[in-house]
């Protein structure tokens, strides 16, 4: 019998050890898990409203993911998002994140409401219509088999950042065209 109790502790302990290392953690340490996270990143620090999403935007100029879902909703698609370790530190690190349930911003709707959705805003409230999945008819919408493609995603939302602030920079009288959401707050 307590050779059977040892073996069991073992295993239990090696389950324990395997879950912990496989789990992103951020460079700050062990974060207490949010309500706000619905269980798609629980050590990440999601904004409660789009109010507050845009103006941490715009405050560490960082691009914004809002994740539109349902409760009940594609639990397939929030298992592989959080448990993606690249995916989740990069949204850590370089991203404002919401998620959401509704949204009377039809901005924030391109092409309908259909959940899942993942839309992009850079911090000057551009909605990045350019930044699409791979599925003609739910431009925003991305599957548990996507996750590539939504690191894609990140990583353009990021590089389009990073060339805008650039050609602020460099050219600050260019007359390159802005999107229409963008030209009416210029």
């Not at 953690?25 to 207490?32: D, E, F, L």
């Not at 619905?38 to 914004?64: C, F, H, I, M, V």
């Amino acid at each position: 019998m307590t050779r059977a109790a040892a073996s069991l502790v073992l295993v239990l302990v090696l389950v324990a050890l395997s879950s912990t290392f496989t789990k992103y953690v951020p460079k700050s340490g062990q974060r207490i898990p949010q309500s706000l996270s619905r269980g798609w990143g629980d050590q990440l620090n999601w904004a409660q409203t789009y109010e507050e999403a845009l103006s941490l935007s715009r405050s560490t100029n960082k691009p914004l993911m809002v994740l539109f879902h349902l409760e009940d909703c594609s639990q397939s698609l929030k298992r592989a998002l959080a448990h993606d370790d690249e995916i989740q530190r990069i949204l850590d690190e370089d991203f404002v994140v919401l998620n959401v349930m509704e949204t009377a911003d039809k901005n924030l709707s391109p092409d309908g409401k259909y959940v899942p959705r993942i839309v992009f805003v850079d911090p000057s409230t551009t909605v990045r219509d350019d930044i699409v999945g791979v599925y003609p008819n739910r431009l925003y919408t991305y599957e548990s088999k996507d996750m590539n493609v939504l690191l894609d995603n990140m990583k353009k939302a990021k590089k389009l950042l990073k060339f805008s602030a650039m050609s602020r920079r460099t050219t600050p009288t260019s007359t390159h065209s802005l999107p229409e959401s963008t030209a009416a707050e210029v």
